[in-house]
């Protein structure tokens, strides 16, 4: 168990928050939840009050319910687990073992996670539980989703100390992640900071009704992984939305988006957000290029970035504190510093960003990124997306190979001949041992649920 | 197409992406010679399995490689699809 901690009087909890500003509304598919609403009801049934104290994990169906359930929680638990809702049963289990977890609040009989069931219960009228004193501990997976999870320690201030709570006008926010996922969470807690109506998707909803729902909602603010946004342009209900402010985080955005995003929305200002579950938010580029520039390694703000080995290194009050019941793993160095395992490379006065280290593709003892090879096809003007795969060979250990999604007019093309003219923008702009030996033009890419391109190593 | 051919026309095509010079592509041509290198290879092995649907060096138990393109052929003339 954590040690609980009282929470500073100057740090708000999440109620203080939402309450605040009592501008919060959370629009989800069936209902839209005010923060009145959110803040004089409870979902926990009349056993609530066992909950105070506990290390509880949360693992329910809708958004809606998750967010009613962090709000009545944080503040009066001594730990908080937040997990996806396709989180596995095996999955469950490791995690409420590592996080000596007591109790989950769920919504499905069916769950088995070794340790009790608290059912949600329907709303009903209640003042809040207990005083709200102890500084929650928030605790989440980070997105590997092979082996055991990993699961690491947050607090709220250091969950939202990536930006400041006043916004003249305030935003409408939608969001393309799920917010139990660190990308969707920052947008939710800037939502309840802000006091701004979110619209929140359903896993079950066309990506239409969900885009016409923002519509209705006035939005201005929608955040996604690239590969959301890629999906979103492949419609034609793009054209539903018109934001004013457009944000990619969780995956590289290349300039194919980037640009792709600006024609689509003119008037919008596009940025990507660098962060990830263990390393925080680290910052945001506006200037509408790839890559961030150098000047953010020398920078002595409150976020420290730094290049070691060929990886980014980040320390800033925003990282996770450490792992979650795995005292044998360090999340930070001596220093503080996070390796973030996203390989980077500096070019002039601009970063770039190549690859996960773990993804890195061997050839004959050469190495090659997938995501620094679908940067070029992606440039392709034919090309909407594409995965770079390894493909084990005999006599080389591993070759690249990219399957590609074509947008309508590279469908109607020729392959071989449209084949030939992607091998030869990649030899033009890559080693040649990272040219594709071989390309498939596929319908669709898997994505995963959350939101990025599912790739063999994550 | 018979393999033969389907093995020549690779050959060809991945020499000119390469950019690399071939030599007359005959039976008793030492493949060391022939202008290919082992990346080279290693396309043409990766392509002929997603044509033929074989791949005799996986296949394999004993590692094998052939030295001249009579053999190259043979060896996936050998492999039943």
């Known amino acids: ?458 | 197409m018979s393999r033969r051919l389907t093995i020549v026309s690779q050959i060809e095509s991945i020499a000119t992406e390469q950019r690399k010079q071939l030599a007359p592509l005959r039976d008793d041509l030492a493949l060391a010679d022939c202008g290919l290198d082992s990346l080279c290879f290693a396309i043409l092995v990766a392509r002929l399995e997603d044509e033929l649907g074989v791949d005799p060096f996986a296949a394999s138990e004993e590692p094998y490689f052939p030295k001249t393109l009579g053999e190259f052929v043979a060896f996936y003339e050998r492999q039943a699809a």
């Open chain 1, 1 to 458: 168990m954590p040690s609980t901690s009282a929470r500073p009087p100057d740090q708000p909890c999440l109620a203080d928050l939402v309450g605040a500003r009592g501008s919060l509304a959370l629009v989800a598919p069936q209902e839209t939840l005010t923060a009145d609403e959110l803040l004089a009801t409870t979902i926990l049934g009349p056993r609530r009050a066992e909950l105070s104290g506990k290390s509880v994990l949360v693992r329910v169906a809708a958004q809606a319910l998750c967010a009613r359930a962090m709000i009545e929680l944080d503040g009066c638990v001594a730990r908080l687990v937040v997990v996806p809702p396709d989180f596995t049963s095996e999955r469950l289990r490791s995690a409420a073992a590592q996080a000596e977890v007591d109790a989950v609040v769920t919504d499905d009989p069916g769950l088995e996670p070794g340790v009790p069931l608290h059912f949600c219960a329907a709303p009903q009228p209640a003042q809040p539980l207990g005083a709200r004193r102890l500084a929650t501990q928030w605790t989440l997976p980070t997105s590997g989703t092979t082996g055991a999870p990993k699961l690491v320690a947050h607090g709220l201030a250091s969950l939202l100390g990536a930006f400041a709570s006043s916004q003249e006008p305030v935003p409408v926010w939608a969001t393309f992640y799920d917010i139990r996922r660190y990308g969707g969470l920052q947008i939710f807690l800037r939502a309840c900071a802000a006091g701004a109506p979110l619209v929140l998707s359903d896993a079950q909803e066309p990506l239409g009704d969900f885009l016409s729902r923002c519509r209705a909602a006035g939005v201005t603010h929608i955040s996604g992984t690239p590969s959301h946004w890629r999906r979103l342009l492949m419609s034609p209900d793009a054209r539903l939305i018109d934001p004013a402010y457009v944000r990619l985080s969780g995956e590289i955005a290349d300039r194919a988006i980037l640009e792709t995003l600006r024609a689509a929305f003119p008037k919008a200002k596009i940025a990507h957000a660098y962060a990830s579950t263990e390393a925080g938010v680290g910052f945001e580029v506006t200037d509408g290029r790839e890559g961030f520039p150098a000047s953010l390694l020398d920078d002595a703000g409150p976020v420290e970035l730094r290049l070691r080995g060929e990886t980014l290194h980040v320390r800033s009050s925003r990282t996770a504190t450490h792992y979650v019941g795995r005292p044998d793993l360090a999340l930070r160095d001596a220093e503080g510093f996070v390796d973030t395992d996203d390989v980077v490379e500096r070019i002039g006065d601009r970063c770039f960003f190549r690859g996960r280290r773990a993804g890195v593709i061997n050839v004959g003892g050469l190495k090659a990124h997938p995501e620094e090879i679908e940067e070029v096809i992606n440039a392709h003007r034919e090309v909407r997306m594409s995965r770079v795969s390894a493909r084990r060979s005999p006599l080389m250990g591993d070759l690249v190979v990219a399957e590609i999604v074509l947008d309508d007019a590279g469908a109607r093309r020729e392959p071989a001949a449209l084949q030939a003219e992607i091998l030869e923008l990649c030899r033009a702009r890559l080693a040649r041992h990272k040219v594709p030996a071989t390309i498939r033009f596929v319908p669709q890419l898997e994505m995963l649920a959350s939101g990025k391109l599912a790739r063999r190593h994550a």
